[in-house]
């Protein structure tokens, strides 16, 4: 039926929202970690004994920054279908991977369990999310 947004074509449904969404957080949180390295640096222990955020640290999370805005953006730009998944597939692959190296090379225990378990959590909403997809 034409104006009825779940039949009319080229528009979203609102479950198909959900992926996008999280697109949006994913952007929203890593340029916040890009602007104040300290939110995820003081967390994961990478701060220095004066509190600060070392260069070298600051660099690799910007990286990790860049990675996750660039995600995000596919995410929120992908076309429905084939490409949306494979966006949302990469978010999810980025954070099991950033789940498993930093659950088993943080130096401590509650940073390993903290941080391993905030990015599994993101991976398994993202998941979820794919459900809502359609062709």
């Excluded at 074509?9 to 890009?34: K, V």
């Excluded at 910007?62 to 076309?79: H, Y």
């Excluded at 943080?106 to 369990?113: F, K, N, S, V």
């Amino acid at each position: 039926m034409v104006g009825d947004p779940e039949t009319e074509p080229g528009r979203r449904t609102d479950g198909m929202q959900l992926p996008r969404l999280l697109g949006a957080a994913t952007i929203a949180f890593s340029t916040a970690f890009i602007v104040r390295p300290r939110l995820i640096a003081g967390p994961s222990g990478h701060t220095g004994p004066d509190g600060r955020v070392p260069r070298d640290t600051r660099l690799l999370m910007n990286a990790i920054g860049v990675r996750d805005i660039a995600i995000g953006a596919a995410m929120m730009c992908a076309p429905n279908g084939p490409a949306l998944r494979a966006a949302v597939a990469a978010r999810v692959a980025s954070d099991l991977g950033d789940a498993l190296v930093f659950g088993f090379g943080l130096p401590e225990r509650a940073q390993r369990l903290k941080i391993a378990a905030a990015a599994a959590s993101w991976a398994a909403v993202c998941a979820y999310s794919v459900r809502h997809i359609q062709d």
